[in-house]
């Protein structure tokens, strides 16, 4: 037994690199040729080999995919059947390339039948993809048995990738390339060979940008188009279609008629079901599917007052009605290298490959044309010497070498001459011959020319591409169906009004559990905790309204109200509704108020702080958005509502300070101001309030108030004076 002795990682590195290699050249990165993956190539071949042209019959797609599995496509048959009902579906293919016959799917997710039920054949535009492949067009290679062999690329008569788009996900790389419009891309080819060296932003006024087979509403700003054909990547959005109709006594609804590329309308249904039954669409009576082969999703607000555009606006925001597509032109090259391509490159290389196919056809048929140059000039020899060949041909006994030796023939032209037939000795014949002969020395020199000058060569492949354009310019399939925005209405929604407002108690527990209950209770005892815990906020709200944390850490949560689980249980833990840190504890827990100019002021335990408005604190994600900034050995110790005019603090040293509420400034973010000096300790609380009404603190059962603030109320910053007789030992006003 030979045993190799290897390092792991330097095995696992190659076996990896393998298949990575693998994956990226034969599996999921389409030519930039063709537009096609191996898989997809192997298909239309193998169905081209089973003579499944469009004007034949079908055959079980069993037959197909047996075939390509068997002969070029060494992978399962679940795979292979795959690929082929997408390229049938014409809800995944601007153009499909196979027609299918039976069930393939549908937009509403459902999968095709089992490949014994249905049947396919190739479309036409399958057919110009190969034209050419029977005149060298291209290269072929050894299947993987090296029993028979199959295309490395197509000729490609039809610019598919940009036309049909691809999407596909390799190791370390991915790519995702939107359809087109067929017309549009001839514009752009034509543009580029009438001017070589043009401008990207002239290209685009010929391409438009990407259109789906579904169709839908596109929103993409000029400069973002640009970005995204100049780089090779980006982002845009797509969103649904929809019309309304008009009914009796002023109603209306909403009828819903094209959805986003990709979405499957089931799914989409699903969602819109959940947000019913969840109450977050209080303006929305009913939502029910009426589609056909045409989708038709009806919409019925509860109130003909309500506006189409803003009910839209919000199921934009909320469901899969809107989508993004992220485009990355990633391709492989003709040297099969993994390249993100720009929309130009894209095109110069399709125009590359069709240079490449005109030459090799016309080579190939110059060669066939030499070919019969030869013979023809040999037979119209014949002609001149009829006697003589018949008596050469009836008397010799090697009557093959003396015509050469007489008449100064090639082989192939003494071996054509001995087989011909007699009937063939006509006047007519030979006439035909002469004909022949000149077309065929005419078109040599044509073909020859054509060879010898690029520009002829781009005057061909412009001729070919303008015969495709009008080839498509009277079918319907090359209408454009995706309509493109650049600019956008901005619609401005408040999504409280898709919310059904009812009254509801929040508790939250002082280990952080928490949970809603239906209602304004006034009675909490019945309320239950987790053993071990007790009861720490209640707060009386609406549905409609945001809750506020604010913690030690000096960061501000927000959680809509409409969110918080309700139910009889305990409730849910806060950190998993919010990203908070292990160290991290809620100082402040309030309802946000219904006046956005409300001021709130920060405090931390060094003494700092500063005011903020209220829209400062809330929070667009579920990690918080930091307003005051606090080290490690200083925490954040309040935030309050500002309801009066003056400010009370008092320090751990009992010392009292009282400033006007002006003498803070508005910041966003920071550590603030000094609001009392320490030399030892830090602030201990502080309370707002009215100076002309005094300041009150909890004593006991009851409260004192000290009117007299004369010896304490100073310019912010100072040290202060000790607190008035009876103030708490804690330090704390309540």
Not at 268 to 275: A, H, N, R, V
Not at 451 to 459: R, V
Request: aromatic fraction near 8%; include cysteine.
């Amino acid at each position: 037994m030979n045993i190799i002795e290897r390092s792991f990682q330097e095995t696992l590195g190659e076996k990896y690199l393998s298949y990575a290699l693998s994956t990226i050249m034969s599996r999921s990165l389409p030519d930039v040729r063709d537009g096609l993956k191996p898989v997809h190539r192997r298909l239309l071949f193998a169905m081209r080999e089973l003579k499944l042209n469009p004007t034949s019959g079908f055959k079980k797609c069993a037959r197909v995919v047996g075939d390509v599995i068997g002969k070029f496509h060494p992978h399962g048959d679940v795979a292979v059947y795959d690929a082929l009902v997408r390229l049938a579906q014409d809800f995944s293919l601007r153009y499909p390339l196979i027609e299918g016959q039976g069930n393939f799917g549908n937009i509403d997710g459902d999968n095709a039948a089992a490949m014994r039920y249905t049947e396919a054949r190739l479309t036409d535009i399958a057919m110009l993809l190969f034209e050419g492949l029977d005149e060298n067009a291209i290269d072929f290679k050894d299947t993987y048995d090296g029993e028979s062999n199959e295309p490395k690329v197509l000729p490609a008569g039809f610019p598919n990738l940009l036309a049909n788009g691809a999407s596909g996900i390799a190791v370390g790389m991915a790519t995702n390339i939107p359809p087109h419009n067929i017309l549009e891309i001839c514009d752009a080819l034509l543009a580029i060979i009438n001017k070589p060296e043009i401008e990207l932003s002239h290209i685009l006024e010929h391409f438009k940008g990407p259109d789906f087979p579904t169709g839908g509403q596109l929103y993409i700003n000029k400069k973002i188009l640009n970005d995204i054909y100049t780089e090779g990547k980006g982002t845009f959005r797509i969103r649904s279609s929809f019309t309304t109709e008009n009914l009796e006594r002023g109603k209306y609804q909403i009828i819903i008629t094209e959805i986003p590329y990709g979405t499957p309308k089931s799914r989409l249904l699903e969602k819109l079901g959940q947000l019913i039954e969840a109450k977050k669409l209080p303006l929305i009576n009913d939502i029910r599917d009426e589609s056909t082969e045409d989708i038709r999703i009806i919409i019925e607000p509860k109130s003909s007052t309500v506006d189409a555009n803003l009910i839209m606006e919000f199921l934009y925001k909320n469901t899969e009605l809107e989508t993004r597509f992220s485009v990355n032109m990633n391709v492989l090259d003709h040297n099969l290298r993994p390249v993100v391509m720009k929309l130009k490159d894209l095109l110069n290389a399709y125009l590359v490959h069709r240079l490449q196919v005109l030459d090799r056809r016309t080579r190939y048929r110059l060669k066939k044309i030499e070919e019969r140059l030869n013979l023809v000039s040999g037979f119209l020899i014949v002609y001149l010497n009829l006697d003589e060949v018949i008596r050469i041909i009836r008397e010799e006994d090697e009557p093959k070498s003396v015509l050469i030796r007489t008449f100064a023939l090639n082989d192939l032209q003494a071996e054509a001459i001995l087989n011909m037939r007699l009937r063939s000795l006509r006047k007519l014949e030979e006439m035909e011959l002469r004909k022949e002969f000149d077309e065929l020395t005419a078109e040599h020199a044509q073909k020859q020319e054509l060879i010898d000058d690029p520009k002829l060569q781009n005057k061909a492949i412009k001729k070919e591409i303008e015969s495709l354009r009008k080839y498509f310019e009277k079918d319907s399939r090359s209408k454009r169906r995706s309509i493109i925005h650049h600019e956008m209405e901005d619609i401005q929604v408040n999504l409280t009004d898709f919310i059904e407002k009812e009254p509801i108690t929040i508790v939250c527990s002082e280990k952080g559990w928490i949970k809603t209950v239906k209602g304004h209770l006034t009675d909490t005892s019945d309320i239950k905790y987790k053993e071990g815990d007790q009861e720490s906020y209640i707060l009386h709200a609406e549905s409609t309204d945001k809750l506020i944390l604010f913690t030690s850490l000096g960061k501000s949560y927000t959680l809509p109200c409409d969110k918080l689980p309700g139910g009889r249980g305990v409730g849910e833990p806060l950190r998993l509704m919010v990203e908070m840190d292990a160290k991290e504890d809620v100082i402040s827990f309030f309802i946000y108020p219904q006046d956005e100019t409300q001021q709130f002021i920060v405090a931390a335990s060094d003494g700092r702080g500063f005011r903020l408005e209220a829209t400062q604190l809330l929070s667009q994600t579920r990690n918080g958005k930091q307003i005051l900034n606090v080290t490690d050995n200083i925490s954040a110790t309040k935030c309050t509502q500002i309801t009066g005019n003056s400010i009370g603090v008092v320090g751990e040293n009992r010392k009292l300070i009282v400033f006007a509420v002006n003498e803070v400034p508005i910041m966003n973010r920071g550590r603030g101001v000094m609001f009392q000096k320490y030399l030892q300790g830090g602030m201990a609380d502080l309370k707002v309030f009215n100076l002309e009404d005094g300041l009150t603190w909890k004593s006991g059962n009851g409260t004192r108030k000290e009117t007299n603030l004369e010896r304490w109320n100073v310019k912010r910053g100072q040290s202060g004076r000790l607190a008035p007789t009876g103030f708490p030992r804690n330090n704390k006003f309540n």
